[in-house]
T-cell receptor
Framework: DGGITQSPKYLFRKEGQNVTLSCEQN?????MYWYRQDPGQGLRLIYY???????QKGDIAEGYSVSREKKESFPLTVTSAQKNPTAFYLC????????????FGPGTRLTVT | GQQVMQIPQYQHVQEGEDFTTYCNSS?????IQWYKQRPGGHPVFLIQ?????EVKKQKRLTFQFGEAKKNSSLHITATQTTDVGTYFC???????????FGGGTRLMVKP
């Protein structure tokens, strides 16, 4: 929400290029998440991080990579190994991992041609 | 792995009609959350249910958690055009587990 920024809002890339999506938060939340949303679909978890310098694979991690060097930042790299990268990517944060409500950023719509 | 199914996938209603979306989990949940995503927007948290049989209300919205903690529902009374969007449930199986989102129900309201 207001405390989570994702940039850019729209991103266009050629097939075969890696691209990094930014996610920054000022909510002082420990947990951060990356989700992928395809048209008319639900949210699928790509990666999550419960604490700085630690992250875990979600359900669809193949072709993606992340880092968590700072509490505020959790960038997602979509690599050329991701076969269908065109999607809406949402970053979310929570006070802590597990059952806390998640706050979502505005999202980045990635189109790869 | 855990699966969360939502029905219906789409619902068209006339303004003023009621609307219900249902969420079913393949496993018992420790809690369930509901989110709303407006067209072109991002999901926004609505509510969390934790107790078996719990019922919570937010104005025209009523949320229920089943006795077996495997299903949930969201009911909107007298829909308005501002209710348009996709409603997602998200379940957590155990403490420390991640949320699993349902596929969402897209609500369209005709004025």
């Amino acid at each position: 929400d207001g405390g989570i920024t994702q940039s850019p809002k729209y991103l266009f890339r050629k097939e075969g290029q890696n691209v990094t999506l930014s996610c920054e938060q000022n909510l002082n939340h420990d947990a951060m998440y990356w989700y992928r949303q395809d048209p008319g679909q639900g949210l699928r978890l790509i990666y999550y991080s419960q604490i700085v310098n630690d992250f875990q694979k979600g359900d669809i991690a193949e072709g993606y990579s992340v880092s968590r060097e700072k509490k505020e930042s959790f960038p997602l790299t979509v690599t050329s190994a991701q076969k269908n990268p065109t999607a809406f990517y949402l970053c979310a944060t929570a006070f802590s991992a597990g059952g806390y409500e998640q706050y979502f950023g505005p999202g980045t719509r990635l189109t790869v041609t | 792995g855990q699966q969360v199914m939502q029905i219906p996938q789409y619902q068209h209603v006339q303004e003023g009609e009621d609307f219900t979306t249902y969420c079913n989990s393949s496993t018992t949940l420790s809690n369930i959350q509901w989110y709303k995503q407006r067209p072109g927007g991002h999901p926004v948290f609505l509510i969390q249910l934790v107790k078996s049989g719990e019922v919570k209300k937010q104005k025209r919205l009523t949320f229920q958690f089943g006795e077996a903690k495997k299903n949930s529902s969201l009911h909107i009374t007298a829909t308005q055009t501002t209710d348009v969007g996709t409603y997602f449930c998200a379940g957590q199986a155990n403490a420390g587990n991640m949320l699993t989102f349902g596929g969402g129900t897209r609500l369209m309201v005709k004025p």
